[in-house]
């Protein structure tokens, strides 16, 4: 798309971890040519991750936030997904201890379809939408404020050495602000906000 900026983070040795962010113009996030702006400010976001290149064999930290650097609040979505189903079949996510270099004790599949899902434990402020595979942040994000850690760890099960294979683990996010912009009032919340804006975007 010509009209979004995207950003992406590299980072590891036996994972990569590659972070995209989207930013959202005014209402019109997902079009291809984008709009006549009126005086309506800057809906803009990035990923900000704390990362720590892992030994595969250990829990490593990956602790992902959304950050609102527009100059408009907004809601934010994001997507988790890895590069091959076999290693998501093998992780496991936390979003404990999110600030410390110890590994928690609990963690959850990560597959949204295994049993004991990591998508039934989520940190307080954060849905996930089994119909369109999006993490939702359901209070408005203001202007320089982040998300709570959507995600803190990761664990990888494996047999023996033989399974260790690199694996990519994506994070894409999206937002869009917490205004109509064709009535000029608010929205009722982040799904009514994202309602809308699924509505209007082209399919």
């Known amino acids: 798309m010509t009209n979004t900026k995207k950003r992406i983070a590299i980072a590891g040795t036996a994972a990569v971890i590659a972070a995209i962010s989207v930013s959202v113009f ?8 984008k709009p006549n702006l009126v005086g309506v400010g800057e809906d803009d976001i990035s990923i900000s991750e704390t990362f720590t290149p ?3 064999t250990k829990p490593y930290r990956k602790v992902v936030r959304i950050s609102n650097t527009g100059s408009v609040p907004c809601y934010v979505r994001a997507k988790i997904e890895f590069s091959d ?3 998501e079949s093998r992780a496991y996510f936390s979003a404990e201890n999110a600030d410390s270099e110890t590994p928690p004790e609990t963690f959850y599949k990560a597959s949204p379809a295994a049993a004991e899902s990591y998508t039934a434990h989520l940190p307080a402020g954060w849905t996930y939408n ?6 939702y942040y359901e209070s408005a994000v203001a202007p320089g404020k982040d998300t709570v850690p959507l995600l803190a760890w ?15 683990i994506f994070v894409y996010s999206e937002s869009v602000q917490t ?3 064709k009535t000029g009032a ?4 982040y799904a009514d906000a994202w309602s809308k804006f699924t509505a209007a975007s082209p399919s």
């Open 26 to 33: 005014a209402y019109f996030a997902a079009r291809e040519d």
């Open 54 to 56: 892992p030994d595969q």
């Open 85 to 87: 189903s076999l290693s």
């Open 130 to 135: 089994a119909a369109d595979g999006y993490y």
């Open 154 to 168: 990761v664990k990888m099960e494996y047999e023996n050495g033989a399974q260790v294979t690199p694996h990519d």
């Open 179 to 181: 205004i109509d912009p």
């Open 186 to 189: 608010a929205y009722a919340g």
